[in-house]
């Protein structure tokens, strides 16, 4: 569990793996001091596939990249109606039934205990859109997620920067986990009943990777300038790089160049989600470290009489769904309509459902 004395008055692939550590050892001893990376160098492409080695096993792992960027991709996960997959989707759903379906069952695992709601955004709270810049919540959403609040201490745990997902939401009485839980703010006083009377939460792990963030980022953006489409996020305390907009055929070279910058950096790692590669810190620290501190801040560490609830539909989200299982307390929704490989005990199609679900959730 992370300490205490962090709380501070007013203020399946490609992923690296990391066991559970105190707070103490949040950082791992070679990211104590960020290397200064070299400045960039344009190179062809054919000298790029020489200098990164691109050749035998090593093209097979890129292919793997490019297979897991199709795998992300919504558009090529058709809903096949061949029997196989009529029988692995049922398969599927026996294993991760609807929580519309089974929300008398969950009302009952939480009857007496204190529910906490942890919600990711982007395609949970809002739907996953081609300019990342548009991905407004709705008005409805936005509704449902600020009566939930009235009920329930309620937390958005995302990728994006605080700043960014804030615009878009507007809502003073939440917690914001950004920077996939590195950037970790509480209710603004006087907007929220379960901070009345404590200190406003404030925990930034991965501070001494700014300057790094910051020149990772201008690399990523002169080094994918040149792909249509291609749009690089700074999201404080880790980047993002969507493809989206990107047309297929370009998917392998813009692997390539995002991977070209990133080994630049030994502290920092290359992982995937929809349709975005993520570039973040190499420290101990994940969405599900993040629910953890949120739940330690809150005063239900060693408590059995809370009930925790987490909405996501990315594969970051499966560290916060793993934590909950490890727990043995509350439960992970993952918003899918295909199936998927998940630490999650229940599903919801889309955001319009996760609304559903949200509201009947409601006091």
């Known amino acids: 569990m992370v300490s205490q004395n962090v709380v501070v008055p007013d203020a399946t692939t490609g992923i690296i793996t990391v066991s559970t550590v105190s707070n103490s050892s949040v950082f791992t001893p070679s990211a104590q001091k960020p290397p200064t990376a070299p400045g960039h160098i344009s190179i062809s492409k054919k000298k790029l596939l020489k ?10 792992r890129l292919n793997s990249w490019v297979d897991s ?7 090529h996960l058709k809903s096949l109606p061949s029997l196989s997959s009529e029988e692995e989707l049922n398969s599927w ?8 379906d089974m929300f008398e069952r969950i009302i009952e695992a939480s009857r007496g205990k204190e529910i906490v709601m942890f919600l990711d955004y982007d395609g949970t709270l809002s739907p996953i859109v081609a300019d990342p810049d548009r991905a407004f919540i709705s008005s409805k959403m936005r509704r449902t997620v600020k009566k939930l609040a009235k ?13 960014k997902v804030y615009s878009f939401v507007k809502l003073a009485e939440l917690y914001y986990a950004g920077s996939h839980g590195m950037d970790i703010k509480g209710p603004t006083k006087g907007f929220s009943r379960y901070n009345k009377d404590k200190p406003s939460v404030l925990y930034q792990p991965a501070g001494d990777f700014l300057p790094m963030i910051d020149e990772a980022f201008k690399q990523l953006v002169e080094k994918t300038k040149s792909t249509p489409g291609a749009k690089v996020e700074n999201n404080k305390f880790c980047l993002s790089v969507h493809f989206r907009c990107v047309d297929e055929k370009k998917w392998s070279e813009l692997a390539l160049k995002v991977r070209s910058v990133v080994k630049n950096y030994p502290t920092l790692k290359l992982s995937q989600g929809r349709k975005v590669f993520e570039i973040r810190p190499m420290i101990k620290w994940d969405k ?6 949120l739940l330690e801040s809150l005063g239900f560490d060693n408590s059995s009489d809370v ?8 594969r970051t989200d499966e560290d916060a769904f793993k934590l909950l299982r ?10 899918t309509k295909f199936p998927k490989d998940t630490n999650a005990s229940y599903s919801l199609q889309d955001p319009l459902e996760a609304s559903t679900y949200t509201n009947i959730r409601t006091c």
């Open 69 to 75: 960027m199709r795998a992300s991709s919504p558009t």
């Open 151 to 163: 009920c329930f201490p309620t937390s958005i745990v995302t990728g994006r920067c605080i700043d």
């Open 307 to 314: 009930f925790p609830i987490y909405i996501g539909d990315d």
């Open 93 to 100: 759903m026996k294993r991760h039934p609807s929580a519309l």
């Open 288 to 293: 599900g470290k993040a629910l953890e501190f």
């Open 326 to 335: 490890e727990r043995g307390q509350g439960l992970g929704l993952l918003v």
């Open 51 to 60: 200098s990164l080695e691109i050749n035998g096993d090593q093209s097979q």
